[in-house]
């Protein structure tokens, strides 16, 4: 994908190259190298920030919120094995406070698709903040925003994403039933 950018680029291509770098910056993601993803994610922002492009606009802080969480649970497993213990494995141990950055990356991905009417971006954004619910113990947050979302579709069903959101939802439902936790 680097040598593919770098030869769009070389022909002065400057149109979608927010785009360009969040899927960029989600396969540094799926690599490992999440400080690179990190680093292309914020420049994607500043390119939205500068140009006034939008499209994408909304992937971009989720893919952030998704790096961000990863490095979170990367650097709590290597602190766990650099100090020969046992690692913590209570739902709250993995994930940032409800109040942190990964959870602000989400909802603004979800505020940002609501303003511009992607509800298949909206869907993404409400997925990745469903699954850090879930992983906080929030399992009645996450399958109510995952639920209502969900049942605004009423085609697609056979799209990775609404599949995804299928299958959170039938494991977001079966926590609940078994610890009897129930949304207000």
Not at 1 to 5: D, P, V
Not at 50 to 56: A, H, I, M
Not at 72 to 95: H, V
């Given at each position: 994908?680097?040598?593919?950018?770098a030869?769009?680029?070389?022909?002065g291509?400057?149109?979608?190259?927010?785009?360009?770098?969040?899927?960029?910056?989600?396969?540094?993601?799926?690599?490992?190298?999440?400080?690179?993803?990190?680093?292309?994610?914020?420049?994607?922002?500043?390119?939205?920030n500068?140009?006034?492009?939008?499209?994408?606009e909304?992937?971009?802080?989720?893919?952030?919120?998704?790096?961000l969480?990863?490095?979170?649970?990367?650097?709590?497993?290597?602190?766990?094995?650099?100090?020969?213990?046992?690692?913590?494995?209570?739902?709250?141990?993995?994930?940032p406070?409800?109040?942190?950055?990964?959870?602000?990356?989400?909802?603004?991905?979800?505020?940002?698709?609501?303003?511009?009417?992607?509800?298949?971006?909206?869907?993404?954004?409400?997925?990745?903040?469903?699954?850090?619910?879930?992983?906080?113990?929030?399992?009645?947050?996450?399958?109510?925003?995952?639920?209502?979302?969900?049942?605004?579709?009423?085609?697609?069903?056979?799209?990775?994403?609404?599949?995804?959101?299928?299958?959170?939802?039938?494991?977001?439902?079966?926590?609940?039933?078994?610890?009897?936790?129930?949304?207000?």
């Open positions: 994908m680097q040598q593919g950018w030869a769009c680029r070389a022909t291509v400057e149109v979608y190259r927010p785009y360009f770098l969040a899927l960029l910056a989600e396969a540094y993601g799926q690599s490992g190298q999440i400080d690179n993803g990190l680093a292309t994610a914020a420049e994607a922002l500043d390119l939205v500068t140009t006034g492009e939008r499209f994408y909304a992937e971009v802080p989720r893919i952030k919120g998704e790096l969480l990863t490095q979170k649970i990367k650097r709590q497993k290597s602190k766990g094995k650099s100090q020969n213990s046992k690692i913590e494995t209570a739902p709250r141990s993995l994930t406070d409800p109040q942190g950055e990964t959870e602000a990356c989400f909802r603004k991905a979800i505020e940002i698709a609501q303003r511009q009417q992607a509800k298949s971006l909206e869907l993404r954004a409400v997925m990745s903040l469903a699954r850090l619910w879930q992983r906080q113990g929030k399992t009645a947050e996450a399958r109510q925003q995952l639920a209502e979302m969900y049942g605004w579709f009423t085609e697609g069903f056979d799209t990775k994403d609404l599949q995804e959101a299928r299958t959170l939802l039938t494991v977001l439902v079966g926590r609940e039933e078994k610890t009897g936790e129930v949304a207000e």
